[in-house]
């Protein structure tokens, strides 16, 4: 069963840091560009950051640019998300999908992608 399996999220204070990872069964990761979206209550599912295929190439959302960095590790079939200086507008579910080919151009259109994880909260409070 080809799946996507998303950890680290939890109850952080404002400033704070946390990692998030992905982590694939059933097939390669390395075959796969990578993505992080998040989705907040009420609003629509958003593109936070990708990875390329190789790890060469990496983009990110304005909103989190200096302070998100995306990484992988194809040995461990894994991709991390790590967020510093998070901020309450941070709070969300946090989803990573894979899609099939090596770059990230148009990485913020769903559409795009073939697997999805099930999402882990990230709650950004003091």
């Known amino acids: 069963q080809l799946q996507l399996v998303e950890s680290g999220g939890g109850l952080v204070q404002p400033g704070g840091s946390l990692r998030l990872s992905c982590a694939a069964s059933?097939?390669?990761?390395?075959?796969?560009?990578i993505g992080w979206f998040r989705q907040a209550p009420g609003k629509e599912r958003e593109g936070v950051s990708c990875?390329?295929?190789?790890?060469?190439?990496?983009k990110y959302a304005d909103s989190v640019k200096g302070r998100f960095a995306i990484s992988r590790d194809n040995a461990k079939n894994t991709v991390y998300l790590q967020m510093n200086s998070l901020k309450p507008e941070d709070t969300a579910i946090y989803y990573c999908?894979?899609?099939?080919?090596?770059?990230?151009?148009?990485?913020?259109?769903?559409?795009?992608?073939?697997?999805w994880g099930q999402g882990t909260q990230v709650t950004v409070s003091s």
């Open positions: 999908a894979a899609r099939s080919g090596p770059y990230c151009a148009g990485y913020f259109y769903t559409y795009q992608y073939d697997y």
């Open positions: 059933g097939f390669a990761l390395d075959s796969y560009a």
């Open positions: 990875i390329s295929r190789s790890g060469g190439s990496t």
